[in-house]
């Protein structure tokens, strides 16, 4: 406003305009809908994912902020639009789900017979929603080489041997049909036979067990499907944790819940430029 218009504008009145518009989108978020743009692509499967983020809270230091993509790729892997949603910190994941639904049943009205796709990370509440709500579950191919990288350090005392330990396995567990099934069954074999009861050992071969039906990579990767969370965790970052969490800053609830709105809007898109013809829509 100062450079453009020679008017000096104050925090203040920036910050009420946030409100403002804010309170708009929050009373109207389960009532307009928002068209989705046309794709460069035939739409071939969709990816539904979430994760969580810290946000500085006034009076209750750091707690988890949701934030959830809907991602539409075509029969070769490309991705070619994202919807972004975030909520704000809460007891329990209620309000974020609901979000998470009333989007994923638009689209969903829109693309009825497309295979569905979850993709997480390891957390337990993630599959709770998403094993309901699609037909493939994918464990992010990232989170799992973690926990490859955890277990290396059972398998080979030497650090040369270690990281090419690690580097075969995570090979064969992107690209080798049943990768995860060989890799549960080598650590299986490690520990009767050096008869180890080691914490670490035990802990990895219980999670590939858990997650051995969400791990078939190289089946995913022929049909084109996601195996990394990375647009979701981008996410994370772009939505929340550039704007909630810089230094000094300490958010209210509510004021962080129009925040995400506008940014989910902003950087979903096609979404503010119709967010605003709505508000134009009810003027008339």
Request: with cysteine.
């Amino acid at each position: 406003m100062e450079m453009h218009h020679g008017r000096k504008t104050s925090r203040k009145l920036i910050q009420s305009i946030g409100v403002a518009v804010g309170e708009i989108a929050q009373e109207h978020e389960f009532e307009w809908q928002y068209a989705i743009p046309v794709m460069s692509d035939v739409v071939n499967h969709i990816s539904v994912s979430r994760d969580g983020t810290t946000t500085p809270i006034l009076g209750e230091g750091y707690r988890e902020t949701m934030c959830g993509t809907i991602s539409f790729y075509n029969s070769e892997g490309v991705r070619m639009h994202t919807i972004y949603t975030a909520c704000a910190p809460e007891y329990g994941k209620e309000s974020f789900d609901s979000v998470m639904d009333m989007e994923l049943s638009w689209v969903k009205k829109q693309y009825p017979r497309l295979t569905y796709i979850g993709l997480a990370d390891g957390a337990k509440n993630n599959w709770t929603y998403l094993d309901t709500r699609t037909e493939v579950q994918i464990l992010d191919f990232f989170h799992a080489t973690e926990h490859l990288a955890e277990v290396s350090t059972e398998m080979e005392s030497n650090e040369t041997n270690r990281r090419r330990w690690l580097e075969e396995a995570c090979h064969d567990l992107k690209h080798k049909t049943n990768g995860a099934r060989m890799i549960l069954r080598e650590l299986k074999v490690h520990r009767k036979k050096y008869k180890t009861s080691s914490e670490v050992l035990n802990k990895n071969i219980v999670y590939l067990e858990n997650n051995l039906k969400r791990m078939e990579y190289s089946k995913y990767r022929r049909m084109g499907y996601p195996i990394g969370s990375g647009v979701t965790e981008a996410a994370c970052k772009v939505v929340a944790k550039q704007r909630l969490s810089s230094s000094g800053m300490r958010w209210s609830l509510g004021t962080a819940q129009h925040i995400l709105l506008l940014r989910g809007l902003v950087c979903t898109e096609g979404r503010w430029r119709q967010f605003w013809n709505h508000i134009d829509n009810k003027r008339a």
